[in-house]
């Protein structure tokens, strides 16, 4: 970026408060934003004239009003497929986690409070034979079915389309949600975040999925509904639940640290080296083509 663009970075990674992304916003041609840079109506219909184009350092984009922007015609970008397999490896990660306890057993060691081996010590649940319900079969819900299917567990999902039968991979389609939950002994959603999906874990939604059914979430915190979640694992109607995004984060509902029945992660789901690269690379390729006349890689329409 530096090579070729005259960049005002942010060079401690503070979040920008929307009057300061406008005002930063004023010697710019274009915005190269995060998860973390609200992009709602009122900051887009406020920024300068000069701004083009505003391309997210990451797949998913609800943070940004794309009518809003589209609107003003300032061009929008994402970085999809860069991040696939980093993102499924932590569901896969999440799965095992909250499966197996492992946040519990790490903090044992770390507090210094393991006594000694037990037959009845720390006890999981095993993730092989088991059913995975995937709320969202795009490329990371795929990628996570493709490991899950090297760990023979049995692969269920619901998706707007059913996939063709390659892309399948042996998998179940459900034409709805209400049909998925009730085959999920796992839950993993990779659905994105839009107004339809707001909430879609909600006190109805977890009643559907069967008793101690585990849940993963490596899309948005948003979609789940926290009140539920939380009296769910208390009353233990859902087993465990593995999270890598959350409402409001980072100030996540405390009571998530405190229950012994969770594995939280920070959001790290494309937190990889290789990938973080590829998607910083994506989102200048972006820029680039843009800049150039050129039709953007991975443009976000309505
Ligand atoms: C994304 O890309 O949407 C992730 O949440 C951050 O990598």
Redo the contacts with the bound molecule.
């Keep these: 970026m530096q090579k070729d663009y005259q960049p005002d970075l942010n060079g401690s990674d503070e979040i920008y408060g929307q009057e300061e992304l406008i005002e930063r916003a004023k010697s710019a041609d274009a915005l190269l934003v ?2 973390t840079d609200t992009l709602n109506r009122e900051v887009i219909e406020r920024l300068p004239r000069s701004i083009q184009m505003i391309a997210t ?5 609800d943070q940004i009003d794309v009518a809003a922007a589209q609107e003003r015609k300032i061009a929008v970008s ?2 999809p497929g860069v ?1 696939t397999n980093a ?1 499924a490896d932590i569901a896969m990660l999440l799965l095992l986690g909250a499966a197996r306890g492992a946040g519990n057993g790490e903090q044992a060691i770390r507090q210094n409070t393991w006594r000694n081996w037990a037959p009845t010590g720390f006890l999981g649940r095993d993730l092989t034979g088991k059913r995975l319900g995937i709320l969202g079969m795009g490329r990371i819900g795929r990628a996570v079915a493709k490991r899950a299917q090297a760990f023979d567990m049995e692969i269920h999902y619901h998706n707007r389309s059913q996939l063709p039968e390659h892309e399948e991979a042996g998998a179940h389609y459900h034409d709805s949600l209400e049909s998925l939950l009730p085959n999920c002994d796992f839950l993993s959603i990779h659905a994105a975040s839009t107004p339809q999906t707001r909430g879609i874990i909600n006190t109805g939604t977890l009643q559907a999925l069967p008793p101690g059914a585990i849940i993963v979430n490596t ?2 915190g948003d979609l789940v509904d926290d009140n539920a979640l939380i009296s769910a694992l208390k009353s233990g109607h859902i087993g465990a639940a593995g999270l890598d ?1 959350f409402n409001d984060e980072p100030q996540l509902d405390p009571r998530y640290r405190t229950l012994p029945n969770t594995f939280l992660l920070p ?1 790290l ?3 990889t080296l290789e990938t973080r690269n590829a ?1 910083g690379f994506c989102a200048l390729d972006n820029l680039d083509a843009f800049f150039a006349g050129k039709a953007l890689p991975n443009p976000v329409t309505l």
Excluded: E, K
Excluded at 57 to 61: H, I, P, W
């Design positions: 995060t998860v350092f990451s797949v998913g984009y994402n970085t991040l993102t899309a948005r995004v959001h789901g494309s937190a998607m």
